[in-house]
């Protein structure tokens, strides 16, 4: 929220000088008027002047429940999280799917804190828009106090095929739009590589048929090498706030071109993320993945070790979510 005098000026007439004084009661109570909202705008404008430069909203990206109710977690003063479910979740028979989303919605509420919804793929099957459009309506019937989604996590992801047809995944965005009134949706949820983000976008940009309410991104190559090319490519080809909605200083991961390394290592990346706001004041919600690893996954970004001990990237993300 931006408070500010710029914009719309602030008419008010104000009584011709006499060397009498005022004439009368009514041209005290104008320029008193007068002077009492100058004060006004004034103590406005120094309040959104005051601000920390790039302050950004902290969350978490985590599929777990009982995330929220560890006290470390609550410590953290954090108020957003990020679930990834499956796209058909609420018309698949798989009542287990069904049952921890509805867990992890009713712990996240316990703990104040507001969700995010991304759809995800279910194994390599690609949806039509009809079907898409039919999941995501029982969805939102089923867990109506959701109101902020992204259509489709990662839709660039180069191992699945919805890669190909980022027309597609922008007719998901336009669907959830549609069928979703007073939500917030996120376009993009993009992953890909600086070198091949831009010729996706630019196709993906082209199925759009609203402005999104922001972007988001996983620049996960940005962190880890301490540059940013894949945000500076999301900067130039859109417009609005930026979400890295899922994002953090990685010790061990596959399927990418960077060894593993020590926690002391992810604390450097992810000091380097939280001054990213800093520089680019678009970036308005930084969600760290993930809140605790394990240790025989082929990925661990955990805020919380195997061992269940604190891991130095954790002050680093409650110092942000303080600010």
Not at 49 to 60: D, E, R, T, Y
Not at 101 to 128: C, E, M
Not at 303 to 320: D, E, G, S, T
């Amino acid at each position: 929220m931006t408070f500010g005098c710029r914009g719309r000026r602030l008419l008010l007439r104000t009584p011709a000088r006499s060397v009498r004084g005022p004439s009368n009661c009514f041209d005290v109570i104008r320029r008193t008027a007068t002077g009492f909202f100058a004060l006004i705008c004034a103590a406005v404008c120094a309040i959104a002047l005051a601000a920390p430069a790039g302050a950004v909203v902290v969350g978490i990206g985590d599929g777990n429940p009982a995330t929220f109710s560890d006290p470390r977690f609550l410590r953290l003063n954090i108020h957003e999280a990020r679930l990834t479910v499956p796209w058909d979740a609420a018309i698949t028979r798989s009542a287990a799917q069904r049952r921890l989303t509805r867990q992890w919605l009713k712990a996240a509420s316990a703990a104040h804190v507001t969700p995010l919804i991304s759809f995800n793929g279910d194994g390599n099957y690609i949806p039509t828009v009809a079907q898409y459009t039919r999941a995501i309506r029982a969805f939102m019937r089923e867990f109506p106090t959701v109101k902020r989604y992204t259509a489709w996590n990662e839709p660039d992801w180069i191992y699945r095929a919805l890669s190909r047809k980022p027309g597609l995944a922008a007719a998901y965005f336009n669907t959830l739009v549609r069928n979703c009134r007073g939500c917030l949706v996120i376009a993009g949820d993009v992953y890909l590589p600086a070198p091949q983000l831009g010729s996706w976008l630019r196709a993906y940009r082209r199925g759009l048929r609203y402005r999104p309410g922001g972007w988001a991104l996983h620049n996960y190559d940005d962190v880890r090498t301490h540059t940013t090319a894949q945000l500076r490519t999301l900067l130039r080809m859109t417009s609005g706030q930026i979400w890295l909605d899922e994002i953090s200083g990685v010790e061990r991961r596959g399927h990418w071109p960077y060894p593993n390394q020590s926690a002391a290592r992810a604390k450097a990346d992810e000091q380097f993320l939280f001054s990213l706001p800093h520089r680019f004041p678009r970036v308005t919600h930084i969600y760290h993945y993930e809140w605790r690893g394990a240790a025989r996954a082929g990925w661990d970004s955990g805020l919380i070790a195997p061992n269940n001990k604190v891991r130095p990237a954790y002050y680093v993300v409650k110092a942000a979510a303080e600010r």
